[in-house]
Nanobody, 124 residues
Framework: QVQLVESGGGLVEPGGSLTLSCVASGSTSSFNGIGWYRQAPGKQRELVATIVDGPRLGYADSVAGRFTISRDKDRNTVYLQMDRLEAEDTAVYYC??????????????????WGQGTQVTVSS
């Protein structure tokens, strides 16, 4: 089993920044990547950033140039630095465990391991 715990969400004004963290524990050898998803009210969950062994990084067009994904392997932690936040970034953000797949969106195959989510609200 894999456990994922997100933190770092909150309320921020447009143009501001937040950094989310995802700490993995348990059978961490069963995956080689982490994906950050988000789900806004009334919308489907969408993949926004990925990091897999290499490391190889992937970003959705909507966040490229504003979000940066990184990791500290010694701490089993993946970060999502979010800059120049917009109201459209408001969502619950989830981290997910998975692995590299060249045939998938952002080259990422999602396993069924999810964190509990952390709310990000961008509003003045």
């Amino acid at each position: 089993q894999v456990q994922l715990v997100e933190s770092g969400g909150g309320l921020v004004e447009p143009g501001g920044s937040l950094t989310l963290s995802c700490v993995a524990s348990g059978s961490t050898s069963s995956f080689n990547g982490i994906g950050w998803y988000r789900q806004a009210p009334g919308k489907q969950r969408e993949l926004v950033a990925t990091i897999v062994d290499g490391p190889r990084l992937g970003y959705a067009d909507s966040v490229a140039g504003r979000f940066t994904i990184s990791r500290d392997k010694d701490r089993n932690t993946v970060y999502l630095q979010m800059d120049r936040l917009e109201a459209e970034d408001t969502a619950v953000y989830y981290c997910n465990a998975g692995f590299y797949s060249s045939s998938r969106y952002l080259n990422y195959y999602s396993l069924d391991y999810w964190g509990q989510g952390t709310q990000v609200t961008v509003s003045s």
